[in-house]
């Protein structure tokens, strides 16, 4: 008998929500099945059968878990009838509403606030903290689940990576002329963030520690630089991956990007679009911003702060790193390789 037990997603979440099986207690399902949704802190993910059989289910919908938690089994046992308490038979109606989880619920009832009351919170799985915010009042607002997760990042960061900073001066001219002709060559937009994304990627091979993880006494060094860019539209802040970057050309890095600012725009990101990165780029591009220092991504040893120019074609460019991994001089040697890289 096979067993579903939840993967780890991110390196932000302990738990996640079941949010709804996709197939009916009892039901006969094929390895790479889709059985069921789980929501992390930034996206929805669908779960795959890793095996044919007959699906059973261990958890109800509305159930925090934790990574490695059973979730299911898959047996060969005959598909039986589904089990009401678990998941509504295939044939049932749509479940109307949003998700209520079993706390939410139980609050709800407790103070007699209505499924229409729910409904109007405009969320779709309800938790009892969505419910609270009905009887605060307006003297109290949630973060939304984008900042929560900003928020555990940043904490963590700042509680476990004994980070250091450097700036350094780049003439950012020549690198917006070479931008504006490649949006003509490969008719993608290319801006800032490509061309550091880029530059950034092609020094993995020289600076290896740049892009490790830190374990104890160990740095734990990548294959291939990741570059995690940081982007803001106004629906909160997410930091999707150009994976593998040092490989692709600039036009795929510009492809990836455009898609991840549109994904950025309605939250609509896969957790793969969210995990792996190894280095960050954060834009600071915002008009009059001279100066920005990132905090150090958990699981990263270095942010780099791109701000636009703000004397002429000068702009001020920063390094936030681990000192665990990094030392000031290696940060120095880095930074001017890049500035030669952009400036070049």
Not at 34 to 40: I, L, M, N, Q, Y
Not at 120 to 129: K, M, P, T
Not at 190 to 204: D, P, R, S, T, W
Not at 329 to 339: C, N, Q, T
Request: proline share 7%; glycine share 8%; net charge negative.
């Amino acid at each position: 008998m096979a067993e579903l037990r939840l993967p780890k997603l991110n390196n932000n979440d302990t738990e996640y929500l079941l949010v709804e099986w996709l197939v009916p207690d009892g039901t006969p399902v094929h390895e790479d099945d889709a059985v069921a949704v789980v929501e992390t802190s930034k996206a929805a993910e669908e779960l795959p059968a890793d095996a044919t059989g007959t699906l059973r289910h261990a958890v109800k919908p509305g159930t925090w878990c934790r990574p490695g938690e059973l979730l299911a089994t898959i047996g060969d046992e005959p598909a039986a009838e589904p089990a009401p308490a678990t998941a509504p038979a295939a044939s049932a109606a749509p479940q109307a509403g949003p998700l209520v989880t079993a706390p939410a619920q139980a609050f709800a009832d407790e103070h007699g606030i209505t499924a229409e009351q729910l409904a109007g919170l405009g969320v779709d799985v309800v938790r009892r903290a969505d419910v609270e915010r009905l009887l605060d009042g307006p003297a109290r607002r949630e973060l939304p689940r984008v900042q929560r997760a900003v928020a555990r990042a940043v904490e963590l960061s700042h509680q476990s990576i004994p980070a250091a900073y450097l700036v350094v001066r780049m003439d950012l001219g020549p690198a917006l002329k070479r931008a504006e002709a490649a949006t003509r060559e490969v008719r993608r937009p290319v801006g800032l963030a490509e061309l550091f994304v880029q530059a950034v990627a092609g020094l993995h091979e020289k600076h290896p520690l740049f892009f490790a993880t830190y374990e104890g006494t160990h740095a734990l060094l990548s294959d291939e630089p990741n570059i995690g860019v940081t982007l803001d539209v106004g629906e909160g802040l997410y930091v999707p991956v150009v994976h593998d970057a040092a490989r692709r050309p600039l036009k795929e890095i510009a492809t990836a990007l455009m898609k991840h600012r549109l994904a950025a725009a309605s939250g609509d990101f896969k957790e793969a679009d969210l995990a792996g990165a190894n280095f960050v780029v954060t834009l600071h591009t915002e008009g009059d911003v001279v100066l920005a220092v990132p905090f150090v991504f958990p699981g990263t040893a270095c942010a780099l702060a791109v701000t636009g120019p703000s004397d002429g074609t000068v702009a001020h460019i920063g390094l936030a790193y681990d000192h665990r991994l990094v030392n000031g001089r290696d940060a120095a040697l880095f930074m001017a390789a890049l500035k030669s890289a952009i400036e070049g």
